[in-house]
């Protein structure tokens, strides 16, 4: 035990550009248990620019707990849950984290299979609340395993639409109903074939002062 602490401890001094952890990553629980007298002396992150991870069904909840409180990331995070059954319960989860961890992820990249209703959360969201959404993670990208169909936003607007080999890239912004100057602009990757959705870019504009 010793020696995995000491391994660890080298590991967190380190800086990684990208590092994959495909449904195999450290638990977080033997993690706190080795440095269980830590005091906060030595930060228990993985300095990752561009960390990786897969997950599923079983090992949903660590790999998050994981990502949330023991990775450090710079410039973005990309998380595959195609081998996850996406529940109402996941869906949850996975809100709260893009709402409420902002702070820890400049960017994530969501991919798997039934990610439509957690898109729609966002979307109503961003729309609807009447927080600043400081804390929100500020770029989201979704990419669709199912290839939905979305219809355009009622409230999108500034729409600019190019087709560039057999995809419609459909750029527009949604505006907040209660902060004029709280804006988000998307992007829609969607088949000009059948207008099924490969993916949707989502940014928070900065307001200008």
């Not at 995070?77 to 996941?90: C, L």
């Not at 039934?114 to 609807?128: D, G, S, V």
């Not at 009622?154 to 209660?178: D, H, M, S, W």
């Amino acid at each position: 035990m010793i020696i995995i602490r000491c391994w660890l401890e080298q590991l967190f001094k380190c800086s990684f550009d990208r590092v994959y952890f495909f449904k195999n990553l450290f638990n977080p629980q033997m993690i706190n248990l080795l440095f269980d007298n830590n005091n906060k002396t030595i930060p228990l992150k993985f300095n990752i620019q561009k960390p990786a991870l897969s997950t599923d069904n079983k090992i949903f909840k660590n790999v998050l707990n994981f990502c949330l409180n023991h990775l450090s990331v710079s410039e973005f995070i990309d998380i595959d849950f195609r081998s996850v059954n996406i529940t109402e319960e996941h869906t949850n989860i996975l809100f709260n984290i893009l709402i409420n961890e902002g702070n820890k992820f400049p960017k994530i990249y969501l991919m798997g299979f039934r990610l439509t209703t957690l898109y729609n959360y966002i979307e109503e969201y961003i729309q609807a609340t009447f927080e600043d959404c400081s804390r929100m993670v500020p770029v989201i990208i979704f990419e669709f395993s199912d290839s939905p169909n979305f219809k355009l936003n009622e409230r999108a607007e500034k729409i600019k639409i190019k087709p560039l080999n057999g995809v419609n890239f459909i750029n527009y912004q949604i505006t907040n109903i209660y902060n004029p100057k709280l804006r988000f602009s998307f992007c829609n990757e969607e088949s000009i074939e059948d207008g099924s959705t490969g993916c949707i870019l989502i940014r928070k504009i900065k307001s200008k002062i």
